[in-house]
């Protein structure tokens, strides 16, 4: 999910708002078309008999030795698999170990949609890495329509929102109905640039293409790490694949649950973030001596709002306005090694001094992006990472044309507004934010799919391992207990307390040491007491639990020039939203 959105917490919990949205229909993996079915199978044998030529980089990449690159070609439409090909970018480093412990591949995704991987076997140089990267192939690659693979547009580059812009917690019918008519526009967009090949885009489609890549990668079994959104395709392929799974990773993930698919767990999201708001808060006023934006979360509360108010009326170096501000602050929420610079930021506003600010959070121009590689869900800041290289609005393209496509959605703005009028009493910070990124999903012109029932019964798979840290935002705690209730078998391990989007491979040592032993000897932590299966089954509870990494250390504003934002690794660094900007 996208990234991109509770209250306090004694006043808002998830499940407080209840969507009038109608329930989804369900689709099995046996109600997947037939030809699809066999085109998957078609298009395996086709990748597994080519292989992927492996070679240096091209430079566009910007992916340095020993990291080589490839391709692999997999059908538009999977109903005709010997029909139009499209070529996905595939990236690898190989495993440095001997010979005689080599696993194989293990190939990651970080979600979006719209995000690309083949930077993930850079991954191999950091130290929580090397253990794996010593025993498998690291491998990436940009999905469908990411970048070079088939890229999808939705507008024109030119016509990308470069700030500064508004972004009202109480918005005016004014404003609604402009953000209507935008989202009109670029619903139409998509529709008329990427033509009759957006209906393939979709999260079906992407488990599907996984496991061609499999094939062409020559594994009889995958073994895949998802992250975020990445979590949802790779509980398709579970579901769809359950043989062809060797050992699966879900870090971070969304809820699965056809009802909750998309719509719902947007609602979900925003609640969320208000909760992992006030935890930003309450830790920048426990350094009020560092920052001044306060001694009470509601005085840093207070001190934002300033800024924002100061924004709206002459905005920071011209670019950035009250919307870049909370781009940069939603960027903080998925990540807390942003906190730092963040308050840094703003208590250098307010002493007068925007730079900071501007540096964080203004817009990079369109020509600025063209071949560049920046974090595909920073939109606030960066522009986008492997998406076409004359096209910064890429992944929000990416983002909407799969979530859109994936289910249906509210047609009649009337229920967006209903939901989120009252959701944003309670959760102000990022739900009138989170209706704009999805909003053009009610005016979408390609079908709407019914959501496969993610699903497998005890014994189907082998042991799955589930990450999730408790007070994550982007992908809300009881998305993770759910998958965890519907693959029979899996483990969870959960960071208790804290609240970084995606935490393998992160600061915590007590959560890499159970993703380095799973993915090494294939363990999960034990069962424990007996509970109910997704059929009514006794099946063991497999859980665990990690203390929380540190909170972040106070950067003061001498220092915070030496500061440097986190990568977006594994477990290195998660930024904001797809669909800011627009």
């Not at 076997?121 to 940009?142: K, M, N």
């Not at 730092?340 to 959070?361: E, F, M, S």
């Not at 990416?398 to 009252?422: G, S």
């Not at 090494?520 to 932590?525: E, F, M, N, S, Y």
Request: charged share 20%; net charge positive; hydrophobic share 40%.
């Amino acid at each position: 999910m996208k990234s991109v959105a509770l209250l306090l917490t004694a006043l808002l919990a998830p499940t407080a708002v209840v969507p009038t949205a109608h329930p989804l229909p369900r689709a099995s993996a046996a109600d997947a078309p037939p030809a699809a079915r066999s085109g998957v199978a078609v298009a395996a044998r086709a990748a597994a008999a080519q292989g992927i030529r492996f070679g240096p980089c091209p430079a566009v990449e910007k992916l340095p030795a020993p990291v080589e690159c490839g391709t692999v070609r997999v059908p538009l439409d999977y109903a005709a698999p010997r029909g139009t090909l499209i070529p996905l970018t595939v990236s690898r480093v190989k495993a440095s170990g001997p010979a005689s412990g080599r696993q194989g591949a293990l190939v990651y995704n970080p979600g979006g949609p719209g995000a690309s991987s083949t930077y993930f076997p850079l991954a191999a140089r950091l130290p929580a890495w090397q253990r794996i990267s010593a025993a498998y192939d690291l491998v990436g690659y940009a999905p469908r329509g990411v970048g070079r693979s088939a890229p999808v547009s939705c507008q024109d580059p030119a016509d990308r929102t470069q700030g500064p812009t508004l972004a009202p917690t109480v918005p005016s019918e004014v404003f609604k109905q402009e953000r209507i008519a935008r989202a009109r526009t670029y619903a139409q967009g998509c529709a008329r640039r990427t033509g009759a090949a957006l209906r393939h885009y979709t999260s079906l489609d992407n488990a599907r293409d996984l496991e061609v890549l499999r094939a062409a990668l020559g594994q009889r079994r995958l073994t895949f790490m998802g992250a975020s959104y990445g979590t949802y395709f790779g509980a398709l392929y579970a579901t769809l694949f359950p043989h062809r799974v060797r050992r699966m990773v879900f870090d971070a993930p969304v809820n699965p649950a056809p009802e909750q698919v998309w719509y719902v767990n947007n609602l979900d999201q925003s609640a969320a973030f208000e909760r992992r708001w006030a935890d930003f808060r309450t830790w920048a006023a426990k350094h009020d001596r560092v920052y001044g934006l306060g001694t009470t979360a509601a005085e840093v509360a207070e001190n934002y709002e300033r800024v924002r108010a100061e924004l709206a009326a002459a905005p920071a170096g011209g670019r950035v306005g009250p919307g870049q501000l909370h781009g940069a602050m939603l960027q903080a929420l998925y990540d807390d090694r942003f906190w730092a610079a963040r308050a840094g930021a703003l208590g250098a506003y307010l002493k007068g001094d925007v730079r900071p600010l501007v540096a964080q959070a203004a817009p990079v121009r369109a020509a600025q992006t063209a071949g560049t590689k920046n974090d595909p869900k920073d939109a606030s800041k960066n522009g986008t990472k492997n998406g076409p290289k004359d096209d910064p609005g890429n992944a929000a393209a990416v983002y909407t044309a799969v979530e859109c496509n994936d289910a249906p959605w509210p047609r009649d703005f009337a229920v967006w507004d209903r939901d989120n009028t009252r959701l944003a009493r309670l959760a102000p910070f990022e739900t009138w934010d989170n209706v704009w990124a999805n909003l053009p999903c009610a005016y979408w012109q390609a079908p709407h799919q019914k959501p496969l029932d993610v699903r497998t019964g005890p014994g189907v798979l082998p042991p799955v391992l589930i990450l999730a840290a408790e007070r994550d935002a982007a992908a809300p705690y009881a998305g993770a207990l759910e998958l965890q209730r519907r693959l029979g078998g899996a483990a969870l391990v959960t960071e208790r307390g804290a609240g970084t989007h995606g935490i393998g491979g992160g600061p915590n040592a007590c959560v890499n040491g159970y993703l380095e032993r799973y993915l090494l000897t294939g363990a999960v932590p034990a069962g424990t007491t007996g509970a109910a299966g997704n059929q009514g089954e006794k099946t063991p509870v497999r859980r665990a639990s990690c203390a929380p990494h540190p909170e972040p250390d106070p950067v003061s504003l001498e220092r915070l020039a030496d500061f440097r934002e986190p990568s977006d690794l594994p477990g290195q660094g998660v930024a904001a939203r797809l669909g800011a900007g627009r």
